[in-house]
T-cell receptor
Framework: QQPVQSPQAVILREGEDAVINCSSS?????VHWYRQKHGEAPVFLMI?????EQKGHEKISASFNEKKQQSSLYLTASQLSYSGTYFC???????????FGKGTKLSVIP | DSGVTQTPKHLITATGQRVTLRCSPR?????VYWYQQSLDQGLQFLIQ???????AKGNILERFSAQQFPDLHSELNLSSLELGDSALYFC????????????FGSGTQLSVL
């Protein structure tokens, strides 16, 4: 079942923060986050496994709430290079199928 | 460079035809995934193979089929093509575990005229 992402699109000015949400109606084993720039292949950002841990680097991090089957991607102090479409992908317990949401288009402007 | 190779990069064909898309996974990866991405659409999961065996199947049309060969490369066959099959087809590979990251190839852009 396809996870639901919100918002569908967001426009930020450089230096602003953003949160992208991903939710599922089924029990999740893992949540993946990828970024795709126009005309390019998706690129891996991070994976979160069940357990509610938060992962990431300085300015891009994510959390996974196992009980709510939700994940959020946090982008702080956005840069122009953050522009692209962000996809969350999920696997269910006992499943290897990685199903992606419809994506969130992020545009960072000067 | 992700290490995943897809050929051809572009394919233009006519309705009713059959095409084959090829994917070579990263060295050492055992699992191959196929995704379809239409204009402004997300990544639709088609099928996954692990070490030559089908592992997961998504909403793949009966006109589509795939396989993974002993050398681990994979082929996606699309037949009786329709205009609506025009899309970007991505192959991705991973080591094979459920929680492992995917490395995507650059895709094959299929145009059905």
């Amino acid at each position: 079942q396809q996870p639901v992402q919100s918002p569908q699109a967001v426009i930020l000015r450089e230096g602003e923060d953003a949160v992208i949400n991903c939710s599922s109606s089924k029990a999740l084993y893992s949540v993946h986050w990828y970024r795709q720039k126009h005309g390019e292949a998706p690129v891996f950002l991070m994976i979160l496994l069940k357990g509610g841990e938060q992962k990431g680097h300085e300015k891009i991090s994510a959390s996974f709430n196992e009980k709510k089957q939700q994940s959020s991607l946090y982008l702080t102090a956005s840069q122009l290079s953050y522009s692209g479409t962000y996809f969350c992908g999920t696997t269910g317990a006992g499943s290897y199928q990685l199903t992606f949401g419809k994506g969130t288009k992020l545009s960072v402007i000067p | 460079d992700s290490g995943v190779t897809q050929t051809p990069k572009h394919l233009i064909t006519a309705t009713g035809q059959r095409v084959t898309l090829r994917c070579s996974p990263r060295s050492g990866d055992l699992s191959v995934y196929w995704y379809q991405q239409s204009l402004d659409q997300g990544l639709q999961f088609l099928i996954q193979y692990y070490n030559g065996e089908e592992r997961a199947k998504g909403n793949i049309l009966e006109r589509f089929s795939a396989q993974q060969f002993p050398d681990l490369h994979s082929e996606l066959n699309l037949s009786s093509l329709e205009l609506g099959d025009s899309a970007l087809y991505f192959c991705a590979s991973s080591a094979g575990g459920a929680g492992e990251k995917l490395f995507f190839g650059s895709g094959t852009q299929l145009s059905v005229l």
